[in-house]
Nanobody, 122 residues
Framework: VQLQASGGGLVEAGGSLSLSCVAS????????LAWFRQAPGKEREFVAA????????SYLPSVKGRFTISRENAKNTVYLQMNSLKPEDTAVYYC????????????????WGQGTQVTVSS
């Protein structure tokens, strides 16, 4: 599976951004999709995941209620809608895929996109 993330940018605190990740190479609908992020000097952390059907989602507690993950299997695309952004959301955001149930553990994801920068100014 090849993953291509896009949609990052610079936004003021309180603003919104929408990230997209397009997959190719394998049957997209077989995979759990997730977003992770990595801020400078920090470990890559789980943000959100969605099951193959879209029926199950999970979130990092600090983004729950502000971020929404969704997928459109017909377009081989997973989205991350980010609202009420805070400066601490600044990071490179990565999409990832795994052949299994949703997981928050980085090591359980087999495929990774190249990352897209999100910068939130105060």
């Amino acid at each position: 599976v090849q993953l291509q993330a896009s949609g990052g940018g610079l936004v003021e605190a309180g603003g919104s951004l929408s990230l997209s990740c397009v997959a190719s190479g394998r049957t997209f609908s077989d995979y759990t999709l997730a977003w992770f992020r990595q801020a400078p000097g920090k470990e890559r952390e789980f943000v959100a995941a969605v099951s193959w059907s879209g029926g199950s989602t999970s979130y990092l507690p600090s983004v729950k209620g502000r971020f929404t993950i969704s997928r459109e299997n017909a377009k081989n695309t997973v989205y991350l809608q980010m609202n009420s952004l805070k400066p601490e959301d600044t990071a490179v955001y990565y999409c990832a895929a795994r052949d299994g149930p949703t997981s928050m553990f980085r090591s359980q994801y087999d495929y990774w996109g190249q990352g897209t920068q999100v910068t939130v100014s105060s």
